[in-house]
């Protein structure tokens, strides 16, 4: 895991598409410009979502982790 | 000196980058099926937009207007025709016919219990975050008349509008993603 410190752990777990990328959208203005967000979610489409959405959203995803069955990504807010 | 010019050609680039015309951030859809399965698929891609700070307009046109009828929504005045098309069409979102495998309604019927198995956004729900993401949705003023549907008879939506075929054509000429649901 890279140096940073997590502001806040959202659970998204069970949701299937769209939701977690629709609910993060609403949650990233929940946390102050810099600080990060970890996700957790058990949709695999999210492994390629939450990067295409930050790309669009002008957001940045720092890493994203696997253990049994839950999917961990972290994301920065940037503006 | 050369720094004031600098900050000069700073200022006229940044003028440049927003007269240059270019495609708008934004999904112009087309919702011409009034299908279960295509309205499900029209609304993921609305909300997906939306999340993405993609703006989404949905123009609603013949068979997908009557997805926007409220079924506990009463319409006084109609002509014969009229009444024929309100009780042959399905009333409302929730009354819709998959595109295959309905099978008299027991398709629709599957499908919906599927969705709630694995927790899946009813339509209900993806009409919610719709309305909260500002997803616009404009009615076909024509396919209303056509239908013999009238005002009274529509959901209650936030964004919603009723147009004619040169908004949705001005609003597409300037979007980046334009998709008809058939």
């Known amino acids: ?79 | 000196m050369s720094a004031s010019i600098e900050s000069q050609v700073a200022e006229l680039r940044e003028q440049m980058a927003g007269l240059r015309p270019g495609p708008e951030s934004k999904l112009a859809m087309i919702v011409f099926s009034g299908s279960l399965d295509k309205m499900i698929a029209a609304m993921i891609l609305a909300t997906g937009a939306g999340a993405m700070g993609i703006k989404p307009i949905l123009f609603f046109t013949f068979w997908g207007t009557a997805a926007l009828r409220d079924a506990s929504k009463r319409a006084r005045g109609k002509d014969l025709m009229s009444k024929m098309f309100g009780w042959m069409l399905p009333k409302g979102r929730n009354r819709l016919p998959l595109s295959q495998m309905n099978m008299l309604g027991m398709g629709p019927a599957m499908i919906k219990g599927l969705m709630k198995r694995k927790n899946a956004a009813s339509l209900d729900q993806l009409f919610e975050i719709a309305a909260q993401l500002g997803v616009e949705i404009k009615i076909c003023e024509m396919s209303m008349d056509l239908m013999g549907f009238q005002r009274e008879e529509i959901i209650d939506y936030p964004h919603l509008d009723y147009c004619g075929v040169a908004t949705y054509l001005a609003e597409a000429q300037t979007a980046s993603i334009q998709l008809f649901i058939s």
């Open chain 1, 1 to 79: 895991m890279g140096d940073y410190s997590i502001a806040k752990t959202l659970d998204y777990k069970g949701l299937p598409c769209p939701m977690p990328v629709v609910k993060i959208s609403q949650d990233i203005g929940s946390v102050d410009v810099g600080e990060v967000i970890e996700v957790l979610t058990t949709d695999p489409g999210s492994l390629a979502d939450f990067p295409a959405w930050a790309k669009t959203s002008g957001n940045e995803i720092l890493e994203t982790q696997q253990d049994e069955g839950t999917i961990h990504i972290f994301v920065r807010r940037v503006k």
